[in-house]
């Protein structure tokens, strides 16, 4: 059987190959472009999520009786465990699909037919969705926390009094979102390569 | 003259065919397809894992006699639900590529082309399963730790059964998701196997 798949396969084998490099040119482009695509998001989503600082004057009521407290608080990214972990996570994942570009243009000419060489590639890909998505999932945790408190565990709500760093923190969020579906469609566009490579033979 | 070595021919071929009608039918020499299997064992890992996740997260209710009893439990945090609910949609849907996949075992090259699909679905369990632990971890962290700047305490000093059920629940769907990147890597190397050089 296995004999009769390669005959049929030789005899239509030249323009196969060829609509198979078209598309393989096709698909690299797109590759590349999904590529600078989630490096600009998640470029973009470090800087803001790291840049984020604000000083406001909160007031604070201890006593229901004497006037509130008026304390000079600052927020800043850092102070929170889960906002580094997003940062550390987006420059990281900026910081992969450059090297990778730069990787896969270096080996590009063979890329096509040695699959085994771009599996590296692959499972760092890999690697970082899930990392990217539970970047986002921690942020958009806390940040929900930080917005409606938990009156549970008497975690009180912080975001009436910081406004311009909650707003920032949730615009970061929402483009490393973005950066990570452009990821996952990296892997999609993998996926769908190999479908069709293996369907054509 | 012809016909005489076709008239013997046939009596030396009838006692051939026999010894080999005889014994059992050769089986279609088939290595065992390893990645098959493989890829069976680690679906149902991931099946497991989710299970174990959601039944540990569920049953993780404990209750403190402050002045009065005050339970703590998972419903109480929109992330833990969040992450009950994304395991819960993990082990279905891991449970159904496993049957899938068992079938292919069973049956060898009946859905070859379904294989490549369910690597679709195991990208998606992936983040799905990946953003449900990073919710609940920063969540169970900062019960853990507390955060002196926001004025948030750590309450895993009271609570001390519910934290240790919450952190073995999130470090089984920790698993869970290492066994994913897994299982698509062998689903993409075993794809690739197949395209001749």
Not at chain 1, 154 to 165: G, L, M, N, P, S
Not at chain 2, 1 to 9: L, R
Not at chain 2, 23 to 34: I, L, N
Not at chain 2, 60 to 78: D, G, I, N, V, W
Request: proline share 4%.
């Amino acid at each position: 059987m296995k004999t009769l798949e390669t005959s049929n396969g030789a005899s239509g084998s030249n323009e196969g190959k060829n609509r198979c490099d078209e598309e393989m040119v096709k698909c690299r482009r797109y590759e590349m472009i999904l590529r600078i695509m989630g490096l600009i998001f998640t470029l973009v989503a470090a800087i803001v999520a790291g840049s984020n600082k604000d000083t406001e004057s909160v007031a604070i009521s201890l006593v229901d009786g004497l006037p509130p407290l008026h304390l000079t608080l600052t927020a800043k990214w850092s102070y929170m465990s889960s906002t580094v972990y997003f940062v550390a996570v987006n420059a990281v994942a900026c910081a992969y699909v450059a090297i990778s570009m730069v990787f896969i243009a270096l080996i590009g000419g063979s890329r096509g037919r040695n699959w085994k060489g771009s599996i590296l590639v692959v499972a760092l890909d890999l690697t970082m969705v899930a990392l990217l998505f539970s970047a986002n999932g921690a942020s958009a945790s806390i940040g929900l926390i930080a917005l409606n408190g938990n009156s549970h565990t008497q975690w009180h709500k912080v975001c009436y009094a910081f406004k311009r760093y909650c707003i920032q923190g949730g615009a970061a969020l929402v483009i490393s979102m973005f950066g990570s579906f452009f990821f996952f469609c990296i892997v999609l566009l993998f996926t769908y390569n190999l479908h069709r490579t293996t369907l054509n033979y | 003259m012809a016909s005489e070595p076709e008239k013997v021919v046939p009596p030396v071929e009838a006692p051939v065919a026999e010894p080999e009608k005889a014994a059992p039918p050769p089986s279609t020499t088939r290595p065992t397809d390893y990645f098959a299997v493989a890829d069976v064992v680690l679906r149902l890992l991931v099946f497991a894992s989710a299970l174990v996740s959601v039944v540990v997260m569920s049953t993780s209710k404990e209750t403190e006699m402050l002045p009065y009893p005050r339970p703590a439990k998972f419903t109480q945090s929109p992330a833990l639900i969040y992450f009950v609910a994304a395991l819960s949609v993990a082990g279905f849907f891991s449970l159904i590529t496993t049957l899938g996949s068992l079938y292919s075992l069973i049956k060898p090259g009946c859905c070859a082309k379904i294989i490549s699909h369910f690597i679709v679905i195991d990208v998606l369990l992936l983040g799905i399963v990946a953003s449900a632990t990073g919710a609940a971890g920063s969540v169970t962290y900062i019960g853990l730790k507390g955060n002196t700047y926001v004025g948030w305490e750590k309450i895993c000093t009271l609570y001390g059964k519910f934290c240790r059920y919450l952190g073995a629940s999130i470090g089984v769907s920790l698993f869970a998701s290492v066994m994913l990147v897994l299982l698509v890597l062998l689903s993409v190397y075993s794809l690739s196997k197949k395209i001749p050089k």
